[in-house]
T-cell receptor
Framework: AQSVTQLGSHVSVSEGALVLLRCNYS??????LFWYVQYPNQGLQLLLK??????LVKGINGFEAEFKKSETSFHLTKPSAHMSDAAEYFC????????????FGEGTQLTVNP | EAGVTQFPSHSVIEKGQTVTLRCDPI?????LYWYRRVMGKEIKFLLH????????ESGMPNNRFLAERTGGTYSTLKVQPAELEDSGVYFC????????????FGNGTRLTVT
């Protein structure tokens, strides 16, 4: 079974600063990895995903994440935070076997200060 | 393309009443999922349909919850009778076949049981 740990339920950064949201997973084999974002009063929106190939994946809105197998991590970064990035971010994993479910971390609320 | 649609967006009911949530997936998506987020906690899997069949319903909390997907199109999730601990946001998602296919989420139904 897979599990996901997001370090820090709340992260606060200044506008223009680096955003780093941490995600570690536990799985017997490298799973599929996803980051979702939830803006206030909206549903979950896919930011990016890692399935195979290049370990640095780019997503929407300037976000990117790097899959590091040795560290079982998939941290999300953005070089320069914007006020509009304030939202809740979820890391999720899914096994590569048929029928595997998507398992979420507990979420990280990102606050961007002016 | 139209996204995943959920109805209603909000529902407030009294303990002991019945509520039915509806989800319309993206056209052509055979996979349909229900998830729930209780306040302050992680998003948890409830069940997974492949077309009209229940692939995995191991996340359903108890027999007060009944999900259907007649004809393999839209799905309903009925809670009868509702209890206070059923309050939360219920998300529906759909996806194409394949573990690497991302889930597309609706905006959720916020259920409040008083």
């Amino acid at each position: 079974a897979q599990s996901v740990t997001q370090l820090g339920s709340h992260v606060s950064v200044s506008e223009g600063a680096l955003v780093l949201l941490r995600c570690n997973y536990s799985s017997s084999v490298p799973p599929y990895l996803f980051w979702y974002v939830q803006y206030p009063n909206q549903g979950l929106q896919l930011l990016l995903k890692y399935t195979t190939g290049a370990t640095l994946v780019k997503g929407i809105n300037g976000f990117e994440a790097e899959f590091k197998k040795s560290e079982t991590s998939f941290h999300l970064t953005k070089p320069s935070a914007h006020m509009s990035d304030a939202a809740e971010y979820f890391c999720a994993v899914r096994g590569r076997t048929s029928g595997s479910r998507l398992t979420f971390g507990e979420g990280t609320q990102l606050t961007v200060n002016p | 393309e139209a996204g995943v649609t959920q109805f209603p967006s909000h529902s407030v009911i009294e303990k002991g009443q019945t509520v039915t949530l509806r989800c319309d997936p993206i056209s052509g998506h055979d996979n349909l999922y229900w998830y729930r987020r209780v306040m302050g906690k992680e998003i948890k899997f409830l069940l997974h349909f492949v077309k009209e069949s229940k692939q995995d319903e191991s996340g359903m909390p108890n027999n007060r919850f009944l999900a259907e997907r007649t004809g393999g199109t839209y799905s309903t999730l009925k809670v009868q009778p509702a209890e206070l601990e059923d309050s939360g946001v219920y998300f529906c998602a759909s996806s194409q076949t394949g573990g690497a296919s991302p889930l597309h989420f609706g905006n959720g139904t916020r259920l409040t049981v008083t």
